[in-house]
């Protein structure tokens, strides 16, 4: 079974930044691709970025320039690196990982960013 652990949520100003880490805990996985989304209040979840095992990069336009994603494949762990921080950008993050058979997600972590 696989479980996912997000940290570094948290109130921050606009401007400010955090850092969110998600670690999966899953001896003998292999997880082609690992992302963060978000889900806004009172709005459906968005990707917010994704990479892949081999190190290809997607991100939403709305965090380009803005956000940074890395991985760490020996920890199992996804990171987002999150700066210049606006109110839009308050919501609850969800940390989610593939196989290629299944997908996990994370219990989520909410980030407010005040203005």
């Known amino acids: 079974q696989v479980q996912l652990v997000e940290s570094g949520g948290g109130l921050v100003q606009a401007g400010g930044s955090l850092r969110l880490s998600c670690a999966a805990s899953?001896?003998?996985?292999?997880?082609?691709?690992m992302g963060w989304f978000r889900q806004p209040p009172g709005k459906q979840r968005e990707l917010v970025a994704s990479i892949t095992s081999g190190g290809s990069i997607r991100y939403s336009d709305s965090v380009k320039g803005r956000f940074t994603i890395s991985r760490d494949n020996a920890k199992n762990t996804v990171y987002l690196q999150m700066n210049s921080l606006k109110p839009e950008d308050t919501a609850v993050y969800y940390c989610?990982?593939?196989?290629?058979?299944?997908?996990?997600w994370g219990q989520g972590t909410q980030v407010t960013v005040s203005s």
């Open positions: 899953a001896s003998g996985f292999s997880f082609n691709l």
């Open positions: 989610g990982v593939s196989t290629y058979a299944s997908t996990y």
